[in-house]
């Protein structure tokens, strides 16, 4: 199935809320994929993935809700494919200084 790929990445300097999500919509067609809907509606899903990154019902209830309006505006199905979120801590930098 047809689809796109988006990430967003939080990097907050003045708290240790670090991290970040990615996301897969489907769609029907390639072409529905590369609009301006989707694809801000895909950054809207990655960003919101992270936000309820430790509540899954959560995220699917908004996702659900905002993907009947979505899917509506392009007149096409989208489905979320994969989904995962994460945060970082400052002692996980790969340089080994907390001040990153």
Request: proline share 2%.
């Amino acid at each position: 199935m047809p689809g796109l790929i988006e990430t967003y990445i939080h990097s907050d300097n003045s708290s240790p809320n670090k991290g970040g999500a990615m996301i897969e919509l489907l769609t029907e067609t390639d072409f529905s994929a590369r609009t301006d809907d989707v694809q801000a509606f895909a950054k809207r899903c990655a960003k919101m993935a992270y936000a309820f990154k430790d509540d899954e019902g959560a995220f699917q209830a908004w996702f659900m809700a905002c993907c009947i309006v979505e899917s509506e505006k392009i007149n096409e199905v989208i489905k979320l494919g994969r989904r995962e979120a994460w945060s970082v801590s400052e002692v996980d930098c790969a340089c080994g200084h907390r001040s990153c």
